[in-house]
């Protein structure tokens, strides 16, 4: 559970300071609502991510707050980046599985053969 007072103690701010960084964002936001989340075990009440955010932004990051682990953004490592998805009707989906799949072994390659040669057809390439 996030420890507010622990956090504005680690960062040296008041408890005034975080509804000033925050009422700009949130409209609304008020003292009474920083003395509810302040104590968030009496009340229920907690900030947003986004309202953790900015303060992390803001003043630093610290012990206290919920410190969600975000995914590190990766490059793409795919040899193929790029997805196309269809939607097939009943009759064509069990025509389509009902074909012998020894030379195509996945729907991947099957679909990827039939379009390849779709384009070469169309572009004479």
């Known amino acids: 559970m996030q420890d507010y007072e622990q956090y504005r103690e680690h960062v040296d701010i008041s408890s005034m300071m975080m509804v000033k960084a925050l009422r700009p964002h949130f409209r609304g936001f008020s003292k009474s609502l920083m003395a509810n989340v302040n104590h968030p075990e009496k009340y229920g009440v907690c900030l947003t991510p986004e309202a953790e955010d900015i303060l ?7 012990p206290g707050l919920a410190h969600r682990k975000y995914p590190r953004k990766r490059r793409e490592n795919r040899a193929k980046k ?8 009943d009759d064509l989906y069990l025509r389509l599985l009902s074909l012998d799949n020894t030379f195509y072994p996945t729907m991947q390659s099957l679909i990827e053969g039939a379009l390849e040669y779709f384009v070469e057809e169309q572009t004479g390439k």
């Open 56 to 62: 992390i932004g803001d003043f630093g990051s610290g």
């Open 82 to 89: 790029n997805q196309v998805t269809v939607r097939l009707t």
